[in-house]
């Protein structure tokens, strides 16, 4: 393990907003989250989002995350909604290279407190002072990526170009922490960054491109556009498009790989343009399938895996083309019981596999047909039989 190590190991939760309780045993790269729609999937990452939060309380100018008033768990009584307990998010990992690292925040009657969060805030402090000394510590990447993520900018449905964003300049490496926990991400950070990069002639840049143009199947080179301001694509079958004319799955594709890029090589100048293979640490993406069409769904964890190794993901998806089985990375299933690990030694199809995830549960074979009660993106087999039905 080196002194970089950034990574969670378990995730406990006590009285938060749907969980009495419940514990997340996590491993090292990609971690995903299925389970039937109200299970509870984008709540796991609201308390995971907490407990990253408080390396936070050890950084100047970021902000933590506290535990919200609506995320405390409440029951129904005679007299109405009640809070039930005092809220727990508690994590464990191996971060800098201590093993075993415990950390928590908790919030009662008062405001979240954090005592509980000192051994993780105390690593946060201790790297603050290097980085103040101008060394060359690498610091975590720590991110989080919503259903509310916003990649451009749209008015009367049409995706216009975002307005340009002024970074500030007293972050310096921080920057890369700015609003890193708002899962309403944008791009204008991304472009704000590649604008300052070009001006200074930071040739590193190169290598943010190169990330995009590798992540994007159908992409041949990635350049920026000064007069423009934005991230100009060009296809492999000749087509040149700045992003924000592309269609929504591959706006959201490159955006996403952009800014992971960017916020790793900004937190790390010193690893150049191998900051985003090199940067350790946690990032939290929610239906990771958003926009995505099936084959870019198939590819998406092999790609961020492949481009991001040192980074640990957390996602969750509702999409029986981002799981596949035998997986190559751990599947935790949300069900009433718990979490129970889903492992398949042999190969399931589609439909298994949507069984698996509890997406098919509004199917019903019925004597007059099918009664569709859930919507499931992709699903072309039963959409064709739902047309020959009615065509009948």
């Known amino acids: ?40 999937k984008t709540a796991v990452l609201g308390g995971a989002a907490i407990v990253l939060g408080a390396w936070f309380l050890g950084i ?34 191996n971060i800098q290279g201590i093993e075993g690292v415990v950390w928590s925040r908790t919030r009662g009657d008062g ?17 603050d002072h290097k980085v103040a000394g101008m060394q060359n510590v690498t610091l975590p990447m720590i991110g989080y990526y919503g259903v509310g993520r916003s990649w451009g900018d749209r008015y009367m449905g049409v995706v216009k170009k975002s307005e340009e964003i002024k970074l500030p300049d007293n972050y ?36 943010l491109f190169d990330i995009i143009t590798v992540g994007m199947q159908s992409v041949r080179a990635t350049r920026w556009d000064p007069v423009l301001q934005d991230i100009i694509l060009e296809f492999v079958d000749g087509k040149i498009i700045p992003m924000h004319l592309l269609s929504d799955c591959d706006r959201n594709l490159c955006a996403m790989f952009g800014d992971l ?23 939290l993406i929610d239906e990771i399938e958003l926009h995505l069409q099936p084959r870019d769904q198939r590819l998406i964890l092999n790609q961020l895996a492949a ?57 019903e074979d019925a004597s007059d047909g099918f009664s569709i009660q859930h919507n499931v993106s992709g699903m072309h087999e039963h959409i064709e039989m739902l047309s020959a039905y009615c065509e009948g």
């Open 1 to 40: 393990m080196t002194n970089d190590t950034f990574v969670l190991t378990e995730l406990n939760l006590t009285h938060y907003r749907g969980f009495s309780k419940i514990c997340l045993p996590l491993h090292p790269g990609i971690n995903v989250l299925i389970g039937p729609a109200g299970a509870g």
């Open 172 to 207: 310096g490496r921080y920057l890369g922490y700015r609003e890193a926990l708002d899962p309403a991400a944008d791009e204008r950070q991304l472009l704000g960054c590649l604008k300052r990069m070009h001006e200074v002639g930071d040739l590193s840049r190169l290598a």
């Open 307 to 363: 481009q991001f190794p040192c980074i640990q993901f957390i996602v969750t998806t509702a999409s029986p083309y981002v799981v596949s089985f035998p997986s190559q990375f751990p599947v935790s299933k949300l069900t009433d019981s718990g979490i129970e690990r889903v492992d398949y030694s042999v190969p399931l199809g589609l439909e298994d596999t949507a069984e698996i995830m509890d997406i098919l549960d509004g199917y």
């Open 60 to 93: 100047p100018k970021i902000d933590s995350r506290w535990i919200l008033d609506e995320e405390m768990q409440r029951i129904a009584t005679p007299k109405g909604m009640v809070r039930r307990g005092v809220t727990e998010v508690k994590a464990t990992g």
């Open 261 to 283: 890029a960017m916020r790793c090589m900004t937190l790390n100048p010193h690893l150049l343009g191998g900051a985003p293979s090199q940067t350790p640490g946690v990032v």
């Open 111 to 127: 405001k979240t407190t954090t005592k509980e969060a000192k051994p993780l805030k105390a690593l946060a402090k201790a790297l």
